[in-house]
């Protein structure tokens, strides 16, 4: 089952933004929220040289990697053709207008990663 | 997208598997993947593959099985039903019905027909006997390629593009070739007679003979019926165990013919590709007539089934208005570049340059100060450029002493000055940026099949960077896949969210009086719910500079280092450069400097090339700190807008100099900083023409002279060295000032989101520069009034927060 664990407010992200949720000892997450108000969470680590996903340009269900424009899917973390590779993707939920992470996923998912 | 599918889907039955009918298909598939069920007949045996690169497999360069574009796999994955082998017979326009040679039977909703063109063959006496044979597939390439094994001479007619190739092909495959051309000169169609003599010369020191103006009169069997020898008209006899007919094409209207449909030279379509008889039957590559024209290159080909595409999908938005097209040979190792109007002749301007020992000949056509056509033998890195500058229309006065020099004869760096691909190694580097070498692109397009600079680019990052690479590129492109890389000569869309134009856009915003992005989107009908990170970036500032004061900056739709207001390195640290007027600082300045450092543990500070301190390596949730700290204004080094004003000491300090540099630099900055601009822009000021502060490469430079101050614009220090050019010579510091704004102001109306000055004037053209400020003075002030009244009370965003609009909640991680 999983663990939810309230992170911030909806509204506490821009829209068409990002902020990073920061892990101790390991990669933050980013958690994005886009033009009709969707949530999505993804390690703060593209999949192509290790930019800080939070930083980019949010548009439609992706994000642009600030390092090299590699565009990324929010819902699966993975890399717009012709780019190929994937970042990993947390389980986010919002209700009542609080965004919720796995606790579970936050403490052990991605934490071997390598800092970028 | 939302759309109420039908539940039936509708038919598209497609004849003709080739180049032509597959790339629409492929179109369609990308817009509208479920509208169809989609059959394919196809009168080879084969799939898909790319025709163009039959020569290369004559010569022995490549296999067949390099050149299929769509394998098997391809068509079951998309779940088309797919006849090779069949040839279709007739087509019943009522019951809407495909009936093909063998009774195969197909219903259709929508019909394309792209069944191509078939080899003119010249009505002689003998041209059917045995070892006769045309050059259009693979199996007419299957037979040369045996032909060779065991005969010995074989006879090419025609001198034209296709003929070349066969002839070069059977050369390399050991038979003894000659060319018979009936025409003064080879390849008359896309070439003038002195080049045509350089193609010949370099042709013949490969072993092939040339019938120059012969005109055949039969083919003479020998006594098993195949064929033995030539006869000319002349009475000369030449001898032939094979003949291969390259004396051009035509359109194969066969089935449209009989299906009723108008054909004139083709079949004859509308701007939709729909033809003019039936509507539901469309027709696009070598078979359709457009506008009069059938086209047989690819660039024109692909085009065409972008626009089907769109309309088979139901868009309906595409028109295709024509296809201005250039001619590249593919024999390795000679080079060779046309197009358009290259005869010249009278009422056209030519500049030639003739080099007949180092086999290189360079015609450029001129008319009412266009360029129309050019021919280019031996040398033709430049093709792409002059086939740009031919289709924007460009007027070239201001170049035009430079023209024949091409584009890339100074100052491009990054690939070791090479500008030959075909010489080069596969391990050499072409594209600096990106480290990618040339083997690499070569195997890209081989292995994905692609055609364009733009899929070269996607797929490779090659020439996706700074473009310095980009002739060498194409080069590459022409010779591996045979690709015509031509863009089509419309207008470029801004991105893949619209067809619309950085021009139509910006026009829609100042005459729509246009202030959000979210407006423009749906003014324009964008395509997607809020752009991409190309389009979003660019029409914000275009919001910004068209309305000062009136739109709002939206941050979240600028590039990170405009929203942070520091510089992204590669390990997600950021730089910080605060400004320093004219590159003077004070020991108060360096000393706050210098305990932010110790205090931020920051780990590089290092002197910039704009005489400024950049910070390394300063953490995000620092930066506010560490500005504040510093206390000096910022150096917008992150940003598309003014960066610095370098100087020199001027007269205050150097025995040398003239005019106070250093001050009017200080001005400068003063008066333009905050300024945002569709790039960055870089100044300079020089107190004397020794230049030191190098004033010749920078977006505007100025050099004091005894007499007042010379002005420089459009000058580039970067990726292409480009020198400044002048612009006009200023008495006092105020005009200096009032000159170098209007010309600034210019730009940020008039250029395009990401193009820097170079690229500005040298598209507008200086003289269209010069007449919009040094003719007008009112326009001049107008200019500067504007540009002043837009930075008037402009906030400093390492200090006024709120009024920049920095969300300061960037600067926080959230606690997990």
Redesign the interface.
């Known amino acids: 089952m999983s663990d939810w664990k309230m992170i911030c407010r909806v509204e506490d992200i821009p829209v068409l933004g990002a902020r990073r949720v920061a892990r101790d000892g390991a990669v933050a997450v980013a958690v994005f929220r886009n033009s009709e108000d969707k949530v999505f969470a993804l390690l703060d680590r593209c999949p192509h040289e290790g930019g800080p996903l939070s930083q980019g340009i949010v548009f439609g269900e992706s994000v642009a990697c600030p390092l090299h424009n590699w565009t990324i899917g929010l819902a699966d973390g993975c890399a717009k053709a012709p780019d190929v590779g994937c970042t990993t993707p947390f389980a986010c939920k919002v209700d009542g207008g609080q965004v919720y992470l796995d606790a579970g996923e936050l403490r052990t998912k991605a934490v071997e990663t390598a800092a970028a | 997208m939302k759309r109420d599918l039908p539940v039936q889907k509708q038919k598209l039955v497609v004849v003709g598997n080739g180049m032509a009918g597959i790339r629409a298909v492929e179109e369609l598939l990308k817009i509208a993947p479920e509208l169809y069920d989609i059959t394919v007949f196809g009168a080879e045996p084969h799939p898909n593959y790319n025709r163009i690169l039959l020569s290369p497999v004559l010569a022995g360069e490549q296999t067949i099985d390099e050149i299929i574009l769509n394998p098997l796999s391809w068509y079951a994955e998309h779940g088309i039903t797919l006849h090779t082998g069949k040839k279709v017979a007739r087509v019943d326009r009522i019951k809407r019905v495909v009936t093909a040679e063998d009774g195969t039977e197909a219903a259709y909703d929508r019909l394309l027909l792209a069944t191509g063109s078939n080899p003119f063959i010249l009505p002689v006496p003998g041209k059917e006997l045995s070892g006769v044979i045309t050059y259009r597939d693979i199996a007419d390439t299957e037979a040369m390629i045996d032909a060779a094994k065991s005969y010995k001479n074989a006879v090419v007619i025609g001198g034209g593009l296709l003929g070349l190739e066969a002839a070069n092909g059977l050369r390399l495959r050991g038979m003894d070739v000659t060319v018979v051309h009936i025409m003064p000169w080879l390849m008359e169609r896309q070439l003038d007679d002195t080049a045509g003599q350089l193609l010949q010369r370099s042709l013949e020191a490969r072993g092939i003979r040339f019938e120059i103006g012969a005109n055949t009169e039969a083919l003479i069997p020998d006594k098993n019926g195949r064929v033995m020898c030539v006869k000319f008209k002349d009475g000369r006899e030449i001898p032939a165990d094979l003949v291969v007919m390259a004396a051009g094409i035509r359109p194969n209207t066969t089935l449209a013919e009989s299906m009723g449909l108008h054909c004139n030279r083709g079949i004859v379509v509308s701007d939709t590709l729909q033809t003019t008889t039936d509507p539901r039957i469309y027709a696009v590559g070598e078979c359709a007539a457009h506008r009069g024209i059938a086209y047989g290159l690819v660039a024109p080909l692909f085009e065409q089934g972008k626009v089907c595409a769109t309309h088979l999908a139901e868009f309906g938005i595409g028109r295709y208005s024509g296809s201005t097209t250039s001619t590249k040979l593919k024999v390795t190792g000679i080079d060779l570049f046309s197009a358009g109007q290259f005869m010249g002749g009278d009422g056209f301007e030519q500049i030639v340059l003739n080099d007949p020992f180092g086999g290189v000949y360079k015609k450029l056509v001129i008319k009412d100060d266009k360029l129309v056509g050019a021919c280019l033998y031996g040398d033709t890195v430049d093709g792409s450029w002059y086939f740009k500058l031919m289709r924007e229309g460009r007027k070239i006065a201001d170049i035009r002493d430079k023209l024949m020099f091409g584009e890339s004869n100074i100052g491009d760096t990054g690939h070791e000055g090479n500008t030959r691909a075909a010489a080069m190694a596969d391990s050499d580097e072409v594209c600096g940026c990106n480290g990618v070498n040339k083997g690499a692109i070569c195997k890209a397009i081989k292995d994905?099949g692609l055609f364009t600079l733009d899929e070269v680019r996607?797929?490779t990052k090659a020439s996706a960077s700074c473009g310095s690479c980009t002739g060498l590129v194409e080069q590459l492109l022409m010779f591996t896949a045979g690709g015509d890389y031509s863009k089509p000569p419309t207008k470029k869309a801004m991105c893949g969210c619209t067809d619309a134009s950085h021009a139509d856009v910006r026009q829609a915003i100042r005459d729509e009086h246009l202030l959000t992005i979210d407006g423009v989107y749906k003014r324009m009908g964008w395509r997607?719910?809020?752009?991409?990170?190309s389009c979003?970036?660019a029409i914000n500032y275009y919001l910004l500079s068209s309305w000062p004061k009136e739109a709002e900056d939206d941050p979240?739709?600028?590039?990170?280092n405009e929203?942070?207001h520091a510089n992204?390195q590669?390990?997600?640290t950021y730089s910080v450069i605060p400004r320093m007027w004219g590159g003077m600082t004070s020991a108060d300045e360096l000393r706050r400097i210098a305990n932010a450092v110790d205090k931020f543990n920051i780990p590089a500070v290092k002197v910039t090339g704009g005489q400024r301190l950049d910070l390394l390596g300063v953490k995000k949730e620092d930066l506010p700190a560490v500005w504040k700290d510093i206390g000096m204004p910022s150096g917008h080094a992150y940003a598309k807008a003014l960066r610095t004003v370098k100087t020199c000491v001027g007269s205050e300090w150097c025995r040398f100099g003239t005019q106070d540099s250093t001050k009017m630099g200080q001005d400068l900055e003063r008066a333009l900083w905050r300024m945002y601009a569709p790039h960055k822009v870089k100044l300079a000021v020089s107190g004397c023409p020794r230049n030191c502060a190098e004033s010749g490469i920078k977006d505007v430079g100025v050099i004091g002279v005894d007499s007042g101050w010379e002005l420089y614009v459009a000058g580039n220090g970067g990726i292409k060295t480009e020198v400044a050019q002048f612009f006009v010579k200023v008495k006092t510091p105020e005009d200096v000032l009032e000159y170098s704004g209007a010309f600034l102001q210019l730009y940020r109306e008039e250029g395009w989101y990401l193009e820097r000055t170079v690229h500005y004037v040298s598209r507008v053209g200086l003289d269209h520069v010069k007449k919009k400020i040094l003719d007008d003075a009112t326009n001049r002030k107008a200019l500067w009034d504007k540009l002043q009244f837009s930075l008037d009370g402009e906030p400093d965003p390492w200090f006024e927060f709120e009024r920049a609009k920095v969300?300061l909640?960037?600067f926080e991680?959230?606690?997990?």
């Open positions: 994905k996607k797929h997607t719910p809020n752009g991409c990170a979003r970036p979240q739709s600028r590039y990170i929203r942070s992204i590669k390990d997600g969300d909640r960037q991680a959230v606690s997990s």
